[in-house]
């Protein structure tokens, strides 16, 4: 992967904006039956590397947390805002495999380790879900679709030669901002009358510089009604 340092626009994350905004618009008005309580939201969890194939190669399975507000739009639409933190700490042997060093003479040898390197993605999304209909009124499964931004970091690699005689090398990190997309399902469950238990795996894509990168999350975490 290399990201670039300023956002940019690709033409299917404007397709992806697009799509979103035109869903949302046909969303109704709510009703006056419609449920009139706003959700806090608490969750944490996994999230697996997807793509590109480097992605899941050369960073580990990462874990993450995150909140955010969800806003009843109808009994069958809902608004929510989350920010969601994640981190793939590097697989520093795997990637030392694939890099050779010049030394003295301009002899390459081979790199014995990389510390550091970890991947950090922060995402802020708008996501539109649509509550599935059921007769059971303590659990609500849902589908969920989401736009917004994703925010990538490489931290800063520290090469180390199997030669004792040459310094390590400092790779600065990099970043890169760009429009992201999601869509998903999950369920929440009632717990007592202000708290829900929520389980939810939204499926993410960043439109970073050069291949994308896809993540699949599975949240487990807390709803809190405010009425």
């Known amino acids: 992967m290399k990201p670039s340092p300023a956002p940019r626009l690709a033409p299917r994350a404007l397709r992806t904006l697009l799509i979103a905004a035109a869903l ?22 996994a999230a697996w590397p997807v793509h590109p194939a480097e992605f ?19 009994r069958e639409w809902q608004l929510n805002g989350h ?13 030392a495999g694939d890099l050779l060093l010049s030394g003295p003479g301009g002899v390459t040898v081979p790199v014995a380790r990389i510390d550091g390197r970890d991947l950090t993605v922060m995402t802020l999304m708008a996501e539109v879900r649509f509550l599935i209909p059921t007769r059971t009124p303590t659990r609500t499964w849902f589908l969920a679709f989401g736009f917004g931004v994703g925010d990538t970091f490489t931290g800063d690699a520290t090469v180390k030669s199997v030669d004792p005689t040459m310094d390590p090398i400092v790779i600065v990190g ?19 009358e202000s708290f829900r238990l ?8 960043i439109f970073t510089e050069g291949p994308n990168m896809q993540f699949l999350p599975l949240r487990l975490g807390l709803a809190w009604r405010v009425r």
Not at 83 to 95: E, F, K
Not at 174 to 192: H, L, N, P
């Open 24 to 45: 949302v618009t046909l969303i109704p008005a709510s009703p006056a039956s419609a449920r009139e309580e706003l959700l806090v939201y608490l969750d944490s969890g």
């Open 56 to 74: 899941g190669e050369f960073w580990s399975t990462g874990w993450g947390f995150g909140t955010g507000l969800g806003i009843p739009l109808t």
């Open 174 to 192: 990099e970043s890169d901002a760009a429009f992201a997309s999601s869509m998903g399902a999950g369920v929440e469950i009632d717990v007592s």
């Open 198 to 205: 929520t389980i939810g795996s939204i499926y993410t894509l």
């Open 83 to 95: 920010i969601h933190y994640s981190r793939y700490d590097a697989d520093g042997g795997r990637q």
